[in-house]
């Protein structure tokens, strides 16, 4: 006699015996997404293919898909009208200030 297990669900919705492919897309707990589609690399003109490929372009030139950033607010290029000084100034502040921040935290686990 084989050994069955079954699988009750928190939300107290109808058991159903674990790996039952069809008792699971019955619940909704399946989601079959399609492979991405190949693409040209506008970085380096190669051709990559599927979700392996857009990593391994993502993680080659140190860049983010354009969906990861949904919901982000845009930057302007030219939106900045400060002199350079004080653009460098405000930089410099803010390395600073993450500078601090690390070695604060860095401090905290480090003794």
């Keep these: 006699m084989s050994r069955e297990s079954w699988v009750y669900p928190?939300?107290?919705g109808e058991p159903y015996r674990k790996?039952?492919?069809e008792s699971r897309?019955?619940?909704?707990g399946v989601a079959i997404l399609p492979d991405l589609p190949d693409f040209?690399?506008?970085?380096d003109g190669r051709s990559y293919s599927g979700r392996a490929g857009l990593r391994e372009h993502c993680r080659r030139h140190d860049v983010v898909p354009n969906a990861d950033l949904a919901g982000l607010p845009t930057l302007q290029v030219n939106s900045d009208q400060r002199p350079v000084e004080q653009r460098r100034a405000d930089a410099a502040e803010r390395k600073r200030i993450m500078i601090d921040a690390v070695s604060r935290e860095y401090r905290k686990y480090n003794g």
């Design 10 to 12: 928190s939300d107290g």
């Design 40 to 43: 040209v690399s506008p970085i």
């Design 19 to 21: 790996g039952d492919r």
């Design 25 to 28: 897309v019955s619940q909704g």
